[in-house]
């Protein structure tokens, strides 16, 4: 995420500093942020804590647990970027952890993602095959699979890394931005290079960051929602609306963001023709930013409780209740199907 600790432009802010829309603009993100890390921490940790101690490794846990890992290392590192924001954008917390808080963002935040991604995939094969996941779905196979996202991550955390850097300005304020001094020698030179370079990694992170795990969601989610269709479940089931809510919510979390950055990256280059258009986007990160943030404290409502009674959850005990959904998994359900003669697809759904 470029300039992801560097969160509000402050060039653009002068323009809207005496406006009511200004301080909108600027409260939002902080509060949708804080609401994120209590929410997120919360969640998450009880999912880790169920996930990984009270229960047995299975392959519907290890995507749970390794998706709870992803959004907990996220969500932590809000504070920092509350206080960032809270004092207009100054970093008081030093050069490593400038470097350390924006790999951490980009590596778990973009590993949230490709997570997402492959638990829609997992059960698009096992409501689709059941036979094949049944025999093959094992634990040994998921993970090695699973350490596939967290590489994509890290490719995609790589420019935090090369680039994060803390800068100084003339009142001697220090900022945590993503600095492209290594670039050249020279403020020309380094603006050659970053204009060769900005459009085709915007272009790549937009694909891959969000188009790819987009389609994937989106085809794997149809698929079953047209089996849920060809068995008549579609106005009694309950997991059908969980998908819907599984997609809706991936793509206005993070829509607007991969848009924004994928425009500015773009039209960096042209900034002459597209200054006002830049302003505006520049203006908008923070809260789109935010929003995106928001869908790692979802992920554990949506993946985790609102697949089951939720209402139960909350009456009963959490965390038992919590283990009980997360040990369902699909080969044991479809085993539960087949010996007692019900329809094991019809099963796995209605378990989801």
Not at 160 to 168: E, G, K, L, P, Q
Not at 323 to 333: F, I, M, R
């Amino acid at each position: 995420m470029e300039g992801n600790i560097s969160l509000l432009p402050y060039e653009s802010e002068r323009t809207l500093h005496e406006s009511v829309g200004y301080r909108v603009l600027w409260i939002f993100p902080m509060v949708l942020l804080s609401v994120t890390c209590v929410l997120g921490v919360l969640g998450n940790g009880l999912v880790i804590w169920v996930a990984g101690f009270r229960m047995a490794c299975t392959v519907t846990s290890i995507c749970y647990l390794n998706l709870a890992i992803a959004d907990f290392s996220f969500t932590t590192t809000l504070p920092f970027l509350i206080v960032s924001m809270a004092r207009r954008g100054k970093w008081p917390f030093g050069w490593f952890l400038c470097k350390s808080i924006n790999i951490v963002v980009d590596l778990n935040l973009f590993g949230s993602v490709f997570l997402i991604a492959l638990i829609a995939l997992d059960r698009c094969i096992c409501v689709l095959h059941p036979v094949w996941a049944q025999n093959r779905r094992t634990v040994s196979l998921a993970k090695k699979v699973i350490v596939g996202p967290w590489i994509l991550a890290g490719v995609f955390a790589l420019p935090a890394f090369i680039f994060s850097n803390t800068v100084n300005d003339e009142q001697r304020n220090v900022y945590c931005f993503v600095s492209f001094e290594s670039l050249g020698s020279t403020e020309e030179e380094q603006e050659k290079v970053l204009f060769a370079i900005l459009p085709p990694l915007g272009i790549v992170r937009f694909l891959i960051g969000f188009f790819m795990p987009m389609s994937i969601i989106f085809m794997c989610y149809g698929l079953i929602t047209a089996k849920i269709c060809r068995m008549g479940m579609m106005k009694t089931s309950r997991p059908f609306w969980v998908l819907t809510a599984v997609v809706a919510s991936f793509f206005i979390c993070w829509f607007p963001f991969q848009l924004i950055m994928l425009l500015v990256s773009v039209w960096a280059k042209e900034i002459e023709t597209y200054e006002d258009e830049l302003n505006v986007l520049l203006i908008l990160i923070p809260q789109a930013m935010s929003l995106a943030c928001f869908n790692s404290c979802l992920n554990p409502i949506l993946y985790v409780f609102v697949g089951h009674d939720f209402r139960e959850k909350l009456i009963h005990s959490l965390p038992i209740r919590l283990e009980k959904a997360l040990s369902e998994d699909v080969v044991q359900t479809i085993d539960t199907a087949i010996s007692s003669g019900a329809p094991a697809a019809e099963v796995e759904l209605t378990a989801m």
